[in-house]
Nanobody, 118 residues
Framework: QVQLVESGGGLVQAGGSLRLSCAAS????????MGWFRQAPGKEREFVSG????????YYADSVKGRFTMSRDNAKNMVYLQMNSLKPEDTAVYYC???????????WGQGTQVTVSS
């Protein structure tokens, strides 16, 4: 069982930056692949970024590539999403998720709101 708690969302002007954090409660956190997803009003949840257990592999949606950076600190059971050059279309609720080895994203946080004003 993994519990995830996101933080760091807020209101920012276009072009600004935010850093999202996700705290995980799992003794075996380092064995989980982690991801960030987002859901805008009236739209389906979409993948934003993913990272392997060892941080050697990171993946990004084309829409955020070059602007967002995902990282993790296994010693602190933390995952981060640095978001730069934010655009109004980045406005959404952002969710942290955990995937066990060989499985899909099974555990989800409650989400944190990111609002980018134009």
């Amino acid at each position: 069982q993994v519990q995830l708690v996101e933080s760091g969302g807020g209101l920012v002007q276009a072009g600004g930056s935010l850093r999202l954090s996700c705290a995980a409660s799992a003794r075996t956190f380092s064995t989980y692949g982690m991801g960030w997803f987002r859901q805008a009003p009236g739209k389906e949840r979409e993948f934003v970024s993913g990272i392997g257990w060892s941080s050697t592999s990171t993946y990004y949606a084309d829409s955020v590539k070059g602007r967002f950076t995902m990282s993790r600190d296994n010693a602190k059971n933390m995952v981060y999403l640095q978001m730069n050059s934010l655009k109004p279309e980045d406005t959404a609720v952002y969710y942290c998720a955990a995937a066990s080895t060989g499985g899909g994203y099974k555990y989800w946080g409650q989400g944190t709101q990111v609002t980018v004003s134009s």
